[in-house]
């Protein structure tokens, strides 16, 4: 059966988008401990795309159904388990791209909701915290998404973020959500 196409964040109710983050029934990866197998030959691109092979994977129902028994390994390798097989995939940067942001309230009661490049959406708070690392081109923004896997903040997310935290003013420059302050500092 297809899946259904994302819901676009900006139509959705906060409970709306609370509902969709709690609905997510995950499988128990971290449970599964399969002898290793190998390599998947998948690898995930800086930019979100999954590659099988060296070609995209163009049925989004496949990459969704992908990313929902990848698991962070101890190492900090990525691999795709199920209770039988443990196979290696590359992760150019992070597995998932925050593609859009909805902020619901203002400063302190702010709500910030993302839309994962999968569909998934994730509110940042104190168990999904929001970070900032220092690159050559640039800060780097990641959002925690569960069990060490994170998303990488598209470039357009990351300039309505900033711009949120300029009209904020706090010092250092920040963003709040769900009553958690996430400083723009890399490192903070």
Not at 55 to 71: D, E, H, K, Y
Not at 78 to 98: G, Q, S
Not at 113 to 130: Q, Y
């Amino acid at each position: 059966m297809p899946m259904p196409p994302p819901p676009e964040l900006a139509n959705l109710s906060l409970a709306e988008i609370a509902r969709l983050a709690e609905d997510n029934q995950l499988p128990p990866v971290e449970q599964w401990n399969p002898t290793h197998c190998g390599d998947s030959e998948m690898r995930i691109a800086r930019d979100g795309t999954w590659f099988h092979q060296g070609s995209p994977i163009g049925r989004q129902a496949m990459v969704r159904l992908f990313s929902t028994i990848l698991r962070r390994e101890p190492d900090g390798g990525y691999v795709l388990v199920t209770p039988v097989e443990k196979l290696d995939i590359a992760v150019e940067d992070a597995p998932f791209v925050a593609v859009e942001m909805k902020i619901d309230g203002k400063a302190r009661d702010a709500v910030l909701s993302f839309r994962l490049n999968t569909g998934d959406v994730i509110v940042a708070d104190a168990e999904h915290r929001l970070r900032f690392e220092a690159h050559d081109e640039g800060p780097r923004p990641y959002l925690h998404v569960r069990r060490g896997l994170e998303a990488l903040l598209a470039r357009p997310v990351y300039y309505e973020l900033a711009n949120l935290a300029i009209e904020h003013g706090d010092t250092p420059p920040g963003v709040w959500s769900k009553g958690c302050f996430f400083a723009m500092e890399p490192g903070a």
